[in-house]
């Protein structure tokens, strides 16, 4: 057998050698099974908080080997294993001396197998315990019993840090949920900068500015692709609730299994790997705003809770029995139709009405075509920007009025896209689209027939009819001979239209105009 001071030595540089103590207990599993009976080996606590045994780390021979994380204990057993000290290794048996040895016995599934159990003390404080198992009875004897005693404090240190790193870990978790919800890391938008708020957007932005003083449930209806987040952020930074947290949750991205823990927290012990109590979404949203995305894809089982918090304005998390009252908004959105999936069964028709006190309806994109050429420009800035291009290019002649033609099925996203991509191909010059442009099929259909050959739409036939005059004059606005002239129209006005109908001047003429 090995000597001790060798033994020491190597099992306190292996169980110290890691924070992680997954790591450090496998490389020392892999040392003890040179010198010691050994199949599993387990680092546990004793979890007051869970009314169990917890174990925070093992290594098992195999699969099939490895045991429950939690191992519950009744009260009695509970409060008896608090009030005794054990100080020295034992080898738990269904033999054993000790009564209540011989009663956790079964707990620990020990028929068939050999066990040695390390009390783990530090500072005069019990920390955990070491348990070695093997298959077969009666493996271990007095000299492992003898050999693991001279290991306590090593096994002690690595738990207590592991514990330590844990608790750490836990912390840094919640700071950084904080954090990233707080409403100092966003930057909110006035109604005043929204690109369309006078303009496509301006029925929109009379109804914010209409319920954002008030604390009722919002519900913002729209195409996927509308800008219904952008809607919900300015809800809440016009609101009272400004300085308050705006969590945001996206209701299809959270699995199934998960969402009411995400939603409504839950406690310790609530599930498997539940080893401390979380705070759910509702609760961070705690004197702000929830902004649920997507609400549609929520189901049945999570609709009745949230259809309890409206009510109530309280939440109980997963495994929890007392309410907890909370003072939050709540705005929901979605892109489905929820009054023909109340109809079908997949939407609560309760939660339905309580969500549907002000529903807010965002216009796709090709209902508000005027915005379009101030989303190009305001795209073509911010990407340029991000992809490091220094001055924005410039935008081609005509090609604001292509833009102002297409349908835009993917809306504002799909726009934002489209510039990227241009921006990403650009090889100098102006911005034409041509090459990203989506095809003559994706575009407003034609008319037949009697119906003319221009567009029907009057800003983009204005658009249209201006951009063939300034061709006439090469350019030139003002002056004899100016486009002004011919359109019978003050050249400042011109050039404000031309603006708001992003049409682009010739440079060759720009000093000239």
């Given amino acids: 057998m090995v000597s001790r001071d060798e033994f020491v030595r190597e099992v306190t540089l ?17 040392y003890l099974c040179e010198h010691l009976p050994l199949d599993d080996l387990y680092l546990s606590i004793l979890d007051t908080s869970l009314n169990a045994i917890r174990r925070v780390a093992y290594v098992a021979a195999s699969e099939s080997t490895a045991h429950q994380e939690i191992i519950p204990l009744n009260s009695e057993m509970l409060k008896t294993l608090m009030a005794r000290d ?25 028929e068939g197998h050999s066990e ?23 493996r271990y004897t007095a000299k492992h019993l003898e050999l693991m005693s001279q290991v306590t404090h090593p096994f002690a240190i690595a738990l207590a840090n592991a514990l330590a790193h844990e608790a750490v870990l836990r912390y840094r978790d919640v700071l950084i949920d904080d954090k990233r919800f707080l409403n100092r890391e966003l930057n909110p938008l006035s109604a005043e900068e929204l690109i369309g708020g006078a303009s496509g957007l301006r029925n929109v932005i009379d109804m914010v ?22 809607i919900a952020n300015l809800i809440h930074f016009s609101s009272p609730r400004k300085e308050g947290p705006f969590i945001k949750v996206n209701c299809g991205a959270i699995p199934e299994n998960l969402i009411d823990s995400e939603l409504f927290g839950h406690e310790r012990g609530a599930f498997t790997g539940a080893v401390a109590e979380s705070r759910g979404r509702f609760e961070r949203a705690e004197g702000g705003t929830i902004f ?40 929901a959105a979605t892109h489905r139709n929820l009054e023909s999936m109340t109809a079908e069964g997949r939407f609560r028709e309760d939660l339905w009405f309580r969500l549907n006190g002000f529903p807010v309806i965002i216009p796709p994109l090709r209902q508000r075509k005027e915005d379009v050429p101030a989303l190009i420009r305001h795209f073509v800035t911010l990407k340029s920007r991000e992809l490091g291009l220094g001055f924005p290019p410039a935008i081609a002649p005509g090609a604001l009025t292509r833009l102002m033609e297409y349908n835009w099925p993917g809306n504002v996203r799909e726009l934002e896209n489209l510039v990227e991509r241009e921006l990403i191909r650009h090889r100098g010059g102006p911005l034409g689209f041509d ?7 994706e ?34 606005i003002h002056g004899p001979g100016g486009a002004a002239e011919l359109l019978g129209m003050n050249p400042n006005t011109l050039s404000w239209r031309m603006d708001k109908l992003g049409i682009s001047r010739p440079r060759s003429r720009a000093r000239g105009a």
């Fill in 14 to 30: 292996r169980i110290c050698s890691s924070l992680k103590i997954e790591e450090s207990l496998e490389t020392t599993y892999r």
């Fill in 86 to 110: 054990f100080m020295e290794p034992l080898i738990a048996g269904l033999d054993h001396h000790d009564d209540l040895v011989r009663s956790m016995a079964p707990l620990f599934r020990l």
């Fill in 116 to 138: 040695l159990v390390v009390p783990l003390w530090l500072e005069g404080q019990r920390i955990g315990g070491l348990s070695l198992r093997t298959k077969g009875e009666g």
């Fill in 209 to 230: 500015r209409q319920v954002a003083p008030l604390n009722n449930t919002v519900l913002l209806l729209g195409e996927t692709g509308t800008g219904k987040e952008l």
């Fill in 292 to 331: 649920l995305d997507e609400i549609g894809e929520l189901p049945l089982t999570a609709q009745v809770r949230l259809l309890r918090v409206l009510q109530n304005r309280e939440v109980e998390r997963v495994g929890g029995h007392r309410p907890i009252p909370v003072n939050i908004r709540v705005i």
């Fill in 435 to 441: 090459s990203v442009l989506p095809g003559d099929s």
């Fill in 443 to 476: 575009r407003v259909p034609e008319t037949t027939g009697t119906a003319p050959h221009y567009p029907l739409n009057l800003d983009q036939a204005m658009a249209q009819h201006i951009t063939e005059v300034l061709k006439m004059t090469g350019g030139k």
